[in-house]
């Protein structure tokens, strides 16, 4: 089995993955720390999360502390943690209520490659739109946070238990960040469209208060009777109808102008505020 198990590991980085990360039975855990992994969190008696890296998680967290103030006592500290597939004002609604109720909001934008628009270009519409909230500081999520790593779930269709394991996960590792970074409020927006999120929603509900976390479920914005929908825009833009786009503004409150630049496709963010 070790032989099996180096194979592999030699395999990732002969393909340049130089940071690995591995779910694992907890009764088997001991087994890859033999070789070299440590573990970041588990679900008792069930799965633990593991990576190669002695000190990854620990780096992160120092990262995230370096580039954050340190909030005084009696300050409101928040967060959200954001996809943006892409960043529409029904994203910005929910930044600018959690910027009004705190005194400091951390963003976390989820940096995994693997939505319609580029994390590239979610960055930096993400930014643009909250550039006006001088009390937000946003933080790309790496590895640790609604990631391919924490949280696959979240990118690939599984069963209920799968979800809940890992959304359960993703919590502890966020709870761990929420801690150094003094984050008393998670802020989501409510999810009548998505079985996964609904359901990270719900034990987001259940699991963090435990921790003395509040989390904070906002009703979606309307735009003409209709919620603003990132998922509208995505099939939009996949149907290569930006004219309706467009058009359609007020519907979604959102207007993403599609250009090509060679082989590179981006989008060019403006609303209608």
């Known amino acids: 089995m070790n032989q099996i198990i180096t194979h592999l590991i030699n395999e990732q980085f002969e393909r340049g993955n130089s940071h690995i ?3 694992t039975k907890t009764s088997t855990s001991q087994f890859f720390a033999n070789l070299g992994f440590h573990e970041i969190a588990r679900i008792e008696g069930k799965i633990s999360f593991m990576e190669n890296q002695r000190t990854g998680f620990a780096n992160y967290l120092a990262n995230l502390t370096a580039c954050s103030p ?3 006592a009696n300050q409101r ?3 959200i943690v954001m996809n943006a597939n892409p960043f529409t004002l029904g994203h910005l609604y929910l930044v600018e209520k959690a910027a009004r109720e705190n005194d400091l909001v951390h963003l ?3 940096s995994e490659d693997k939505s319609l628009v580029p994390f590239a270009v979610r960055k930096q519409l993400i ?3 909250v ?10 999520s790496g590895s640790y946070i609604i990631s391919s790593a924490t949280f696959p779930s979240y990118f690939q269709e599984n069963d209920n238990a799968v979800i809940e394991s890992n959304a359960i996960l993703d919590l502890q590792i966020f709870t761990r960040i929420a801690n150094v970074l003094g984050i008393q409020r998670r802020y989501v927006g409510d999810e009548p469209f998505s079985r996964v999120t609904h359901i990270y929603n719900q034990i987001m509900q259940d699991k963090l208060p435990e921790q003395g976390i509040e989390c904070v ?4 914005k309307e735009a003409n009777e209709q919620i603003i929908s990132a998922s509208a825009v995505r099939e939009l833009i996949k149907n290569g109808d930006f004219t309706t786009m467009k058009q359609n503004g007020a ?3 959102i207007s993403i102008f599609y250009q090509r630049s060679g082989k590179a496709d981006y989008y060019t963010y403006s609303s209608n505020r």
């Open 70 to 72: 340190t909030p005084l």
């Open 127 to 129: 930014e643009q739109g």
């Open 131 to 140: 550039a006006h909230l001088n009390n937000v500081i946003c933080h790309e």
């Open 77 to 79: 500290v928040a967060a």
């Open 217 to 220: 479920i906002v009703p979606r």
């Open 21 to 23: 990360f591995l779910y």
């Open 251 to 253: 519907r979604i409150d």
């Open 108 to 110: 976390f934008m989820v």
